[in-house]
């Protein structure tokens, strides 16, 4: 059985691109437009990894990210943080989350858009197989 990979994206040209790489590599891509709707996806469809952007509208990615890593059922849901946002400019944010919530693990992949195929694909192996 292929592994899911919910994609969380508010651009549909992003989230075309990841699908596609995604499905050319055997995974099975599910897609959420923000936060809330990845949320939501994430505990209907128990997925075996996401790919989160930072930035969207109705839930953005670094709040998504604190509610993952502070949820005991959740804590463990391998992340790929997948944005324009330079990694400096990330970090400050997360260094918000850590003062306003005690301890919220840095991600374990970030990658900065764009981003080549292979780099996408050798962060889901280096994850989930």
């Keep these: 059985m292929n592994k899911k990979v919910l994609v969380v994206d508010d651009d549909p040209d992003v989230r075309s691109f990841v699908v596609t790489v995604l499905e050319e590599n055997g995974y099975s891509p599910l897609v959420a437009h923000d936060g809330v709707e990845g949320l939501e996806k994430i505990k209907a469809e128990s997925p075996d990894l996401v790919i989160l952007d930072v930035l969207m509208p109705r839930g ?15 804590k463990d849901l391998p992340v ?11 970090l400050k944010s997360q260094k918000a989350l850590e003062e306003f919530n005690g301890e919220v693990p ?12 292979e780099e996408l694909v050798q962060a889901l192996k280096k994850k989930i197989g």
């Design 60 to 74: 953005s990615g670094i709040r998504l990210y604190r509610q993952l890593k502070t949820d005991e059922s959740l």
């Design 80 to 90: 790929v943080m997948f944005t324009g946002i330079a990694l400096r400019s990330f």
């Design 106 to 117: 840095k991600p374990d992949i970030y990658l900065e858009k764009p981003v080549e195929p």
